[in-house]
C-alpha cells in the first residue's frame, strides 16, 4: 500500500482550484487528495460553502476524549517512581485501583512506566 503524504491547506486549496477551473476531473482531483470521489465532492462542496476554513479538519485543535490528564500522569509516574517501584505491573494496577482511586487501564500504565525507565 503507498503511503499517503500529508497535504497542507495551500496545496488543497491549489487542486480545488484547478478542478473549478477545469484543469483536472473529478477523478484526478480526487487521487491527488487521496480520498475516494464521493469524499471529494464532500470537500468541494464545503470548500464551496466556507471557502479556505470548509477545508480545516474539523477536530483540530482538539484534545481527545480519552487523553488522560497531566495531573493523573504526574500521580501515576509518581507512585510508580517511589511507592510502587518494587510492585509488578498487575500489583501497581490493582493497588492504584484500590488504595488510590486512579482507574486507568494496564496498558496505559505499562506505557507510563515504559516512558518512566526511558
Partial sequence: MEKKLALNLTQKKEILDA??????????????????????????NEYLQKGEEGLIHKNRGRQPWNKLSNDVVHTVKNYLEGEYKTLNLLEAHRELKNSKQVDISYSTLRRLRKDNVQ
Fill in 19 to 44: 478542478y473549478l477551473r477545469g484543469d483536472m476531473c473529478r477523478k484526478e482531483a480526487a487521487f491527488h487528495l487521496g480520498v475516494s470521489i464521493r469524499q471529494f465532492c464532500r470537500i468541494k
